[in-house]
Nanobody
Framework: QVQLVESGGGLVQPGGSLRLSCAASGTLSRIYRMAWYRQAPGKQRELVATVLLSGGSTNYADSVKGRFTISRDNAKNMVYLQMNSLKPEDTAVYYC?????????WGPGTQVTVSS
């Protein structure tokens, strides 16, 4: 079993920055990919960014490229999402996700609201 807990969400003005954190615990040896997803009201959950735990290769949704950065600290079992130049359309609940070969895990989510 893997447990994920997000933190760092909140209210920020357009153009501002936030850093989300995801703390992972449990049996992590089979996890090979971590990711951030988001879900805005009335919309489907969408993939924001991914990072491979081995090698650190990253991938981003086109909507956040150049503004968001995903990173991981394997020693601390942490994954981060640095979000810069935030826009109102980034408003959503952000979820941490972990993938192993036959199972996916989700955190409870953290709310990010971008508004003036």
């Amino acid at each position: 079993q893997v447990q994920l807990v997000e933190s760092g969400g909140g209210l920020v003005q357009p153009g501002g920055s936030l850093r989300l954190s995801c703390a992972a615990s449990g049996t992590l040896s089979r996890i090979y990919r971590m990711a951030w997803y988001r879900q805005a009201p009335g919309k489907q959950r969408e993939l924001v960014a991914t990072v491979l735990l081995s090698g650190g290769s990253t991938n981003y949704a086109d909507s956040v490229k150049g503004r968001f950065t995903i990173s991981r600290d394997n020693a601390k079992n942490m994954v981060y999402l640095q979000m810069n130049s935030l826009k109102p359309e980034d408003t959503a609940v952000y979820y941490c996700h972990a993938r192993e070969l036959h199972h996916d895990y989700w955190g409870p989510g953290t709310q990010v609201t971008v508004s003036s």
